[in-house]
């Protein structure tokens, strides 16, 4: 799992494909059969996993900051668009 983004309102993790559980001294089944994303709101305390064709459209919205170097705001109000889906409260993150 990778941070990608984090501030005092959201946190994003990029959770890898075929990821191996970190500390295993032995090969293990994998983790994830594909890429997600998880968005967490702060605010709310909830937390949406983004797979499938919803990770790949949130891919092309990272490929597109990466490429345009948007500001806090822009990013945050990108990612207010995905929390409408979050039905998930964070326990525990």
Same mark, same amino acid.
């Given at each position: ?9 959201? +946190? ?49 919205q990272i490929n597109a900051w990466q490429a345009?170097?948007?500001t806090q705001e822009e990013v945050e109000d +990108? ?15």
């Open positions: 799992m990778h941070t990608l983004y984090d501030s005092d309102t959201f +946190a994003v993790m990029h959770l890898l494909a075929n990821a191996e559980a970190e500390g295993a001294d032995e090969p293990s089944v994998p983790m994830l059969a594909r890429h997600g994303f998880e968005i967490v709101d702060k605010r709310r305390g909830k937390e949406v996993y983004l797979d499938g064709s919803w990770a790949e459209l949130f891919q092309q345009n170097t948007p +990108a990612l207010e668009g995905y929390t409408g889906l979050a039905q998930h409260p964070v326990l525990v993150h």
